[in-house]
């Protein structure tokens, strides 16, 4: 299942691979940057979507990263 997400002109793409455990698994794909990174749950899906947006006004280039 995939699911896309457009925030702030920034979209990301969720790819849910499996729901083990009562969440979710599997990767997220920032369409800008082409970056992309896998997460264990959906709590950690929402803190990389928040940290991918939170340092999108820095001086370097935003990364997607597990927090």
């Not at 959906?42 to 997607?64: M, R, W």
Request: aromatic share 6%; net charge negative; hydrophobic share 40%.
């Amino acid at each position: 299942m995939e699911k896309v997400v457009n925030t702030n002109n920034q979209t990301f793409i969720l790819e849910i691979k499996s729901t083990r455990n009562n969440t979710w698994q599997g990767t997220i794909l920032w369409v800008q940057t082409q970056q992309k990174v896998a997460f264990r749950s959906a709590l950690e899906a929402i803190k990389i979507l928040d940290s991918a947006l939170t340092d999108e006004g820095a001086d370097e280039t935003p990364k997607l990263q597990i927090v």
